[in-house]
C-alpha cells in the first residue's frame, strides 16, 4: 500500500497561474483533508471531504477550490496564485466513521508563488 | 474561535533528562491526538487518545489527556538525540473529523 500520495512534490508558479494539486489513497477510506503549513505554524484546514461526492470549507478556503473525483482522489485547485499561498500543502485521509479517526498524511506538496 | 495552544514553542535539552510538553485547548473534545514531523518531512501519528484520563505510552514518549481541563501532555523520558523533531497535537471536537493543530513545539536534543 502507498498510502496517501501527493503529486508534485514541489512546484513554483508565478502570480496570477493556476495549477492543481493532486491526492490520492489506496486504504478505501471515506474523508480526505486539504492542509496549508506555514513556518511557525501548525497545520490549518482548507477544505475538507467527509465523503465521495461532498466537500466543505476549512479554516483557511479562500482562493482555493477542490474536487473529490471519486473514494480515492482529491484535488486541490489554486485559480489565481498570490504569494501568500506560498506554504507546504499536506493531503490526509480517513476512515470517517472508526473509533479512532486517525488521519493519515500525505509527503506534502511544497509551493513557491512568486 | 477553537485554540489550541502548544507550550513550550521551543525546547532545547540535553540528552538523559526529562520533561513535559503541555497542550491546551479551548473546547470540549475527547480525542486529541499527538503527531511528530522531522524537517521537510510530513506528519507521522504517535498518540491517539481517546477518553479522559487516557495514558499511552510509547518507548521513552508517554501522552495523557484530561478532558476535563481540556490539557494533554507528552512526557520525554531521558532524551535521546533521535527524538529531535517538532510536535504537534490536534483536537477534533465534534462530530465530524475536523482538526485544529497547535502551533507545535521544536524539540533539539543536544548530545
Known amino acids: 500500500n502507498a498510502g496517501v500520495t501527493q503529486t508534485p512534490k514541489f512546484q513554483v508558479l508565478k502570480t496570477g497561474q493556476s495549477m492543481t494539486l493532486q491526492c490520492a489513497q489506496d486504504m478505501n477510506h471515506n474523508s480526505m483533508y486539504w492542509y496549508r503549513q506555514d513556518p511557525g505554524m501548525g497545520l490549518r484546514l482548507i477544505y475538507y471531504s467527509a465523503s465521495e461526492g461532498t466537500t466543505d470549507k476549512g479554516e483557511v478556503p479562500n482562493g482555493y477550490n477542490v474536487s473529490r473525483l471519486n473514494k480515492r482522489e482529491f484535488s486541490l485547485r489554486l485559480e489565481s496564485a498570490a504569494p501568500s499561498q506560498t506554504s507546504v500543502y499536506f493531503c490526509?485521509?480517513?476512515?470517517?466513521?472508526?473509533?479512532?479517526?486517525?488521519?493519515?498524511f500525505g509527503p506534502g506538496t511544497r509551493l513557491t508563488v512568486t | 474561535e477553537l485554540k489550541v495552544e502548544q507550550n513550550p514553542l521551543f525546547l532545547s535539552m540535553q540528552e538523559g533528562k526529562n520533561y513535559t510538553i503541555y497542550c491546551n485547548y479551548s473546547t470540549t473534545s475527547d480525542r486529541l491526538y499527538w503527531y511528530r514531523q522531522d524537517p521537510g518531512k510530513s506528519l507521522e501519528s504517535l498518540f491517539v487518545l481517546l477518553s479522559n484520563g487516557a495514558v499511552k505510552q510509547e518507548g521513552r514518549l508517554m501522552a495523557s489527556l484530561d478532558t476535563k481541563a481540556r490539557l494533554s501532555t507528552l512526557h520525554i523520558t531521558a532524551a535521546v538525540h533521535d527524538l529531535s523533531a517538532t510536535y504537534f497535537c490536534a483536537v477534533a471536537p465534534g462530530y465530524f473529523n475536523k482538526f485544529y493543530f497547535g502551533s507545535g513545539t521544536k524539540l533539539n536534543v543536544k548530545p
Open positions: 490526509a485521509s480517513s476512515e470517517g466513521g472508526g473509533p479512532s479517526y486517525e488521519q493519515y
